[in-house]
């Protein structure tokens, strides 16, 4: 099936920020420099190298390799995204495996087998296994998952990315007070959510404060809260009477 791969997101975060000379306003421009001919270099004198590691003296050892060689390597998942199996969705339920997702949208010789095939998939509840290189000549696992009548793809981490955690794992004794008591609050704030009615608290305070400057206002300064550690029967009772849920 022909299909064209489209971004199923983008990133709104705060990262327009330059770093600006304070003392005339100006902005910094930072020029590639090579250290060894001790000067700015252009972009149109940048390769790719690949690096092999240090040789004699220290020195760092690379191969060059062109945009054309990478571009003619004979990579299938370059043109290709080959199922190679399917699996039930829970079988894939660990959140580190996940990266980045993507629309699939049919060619229109492709409209009633791609249709076809999110049906089944959905009907299954399954995931199909593939592999696929992207623009950015990585090639990556990744799953083909339904979506509301669509076909998205989503791009997973290799199984040596995933990093251990059992260092990091921790346990403490809880009472079965606390626990009745956190379990009776997670009832009473469970709910119906949207999750489109959430947004980006930190790059809206960010271009108010844009804005107030553009005004010559001030903007109010945060307070900091206390850092205080209350007893946990307390801080639930706290927050049940806060969520107007009786504790017994």
Known sequence: MPVKIYPATSDKSVGMFNQIHSVCGSRIKMPK???KCNRAVEAGELVKGYPLGKVKGGEEKY??????????LPLETAVNIAIDGFVPMAKVADPRWFESCYFLAPEETAVRPFVMFA????A???YGIAKVALKEQK?????V???????????LHWADELRDYSELA?????SEKELALAKQLITAMTKDINLGEYQDEYRKAVLELVAAKQE????????????????????LLASLQAVGAGAK
């Open 63 to 72: 191969i060059i390799v062109t945009d054309a060689e990478l571009d003619a």
């Open 33 to 35: 420099t090579c250290p």
């Open 170 to 174: 921790v346990s403490a004794n809880v």
């Open 124 to 126: 299954c509840g399954s």
């Open 145 to 155: 998952r339904p979506f509301e009548g669509m076909l998205m793809l989503q791009t």
């Open 139 to 143: 090639e990556h696992l990744c799953v």
């Open 216 to 235: 010559g206002k001030e903007m109010p300064v945060a307070v900091a809260a206390p850092k205080i550690v209350p007893d946990m029967v307390d801080a």
């Open 119 to 122: 049906k089944a998939l959905e």
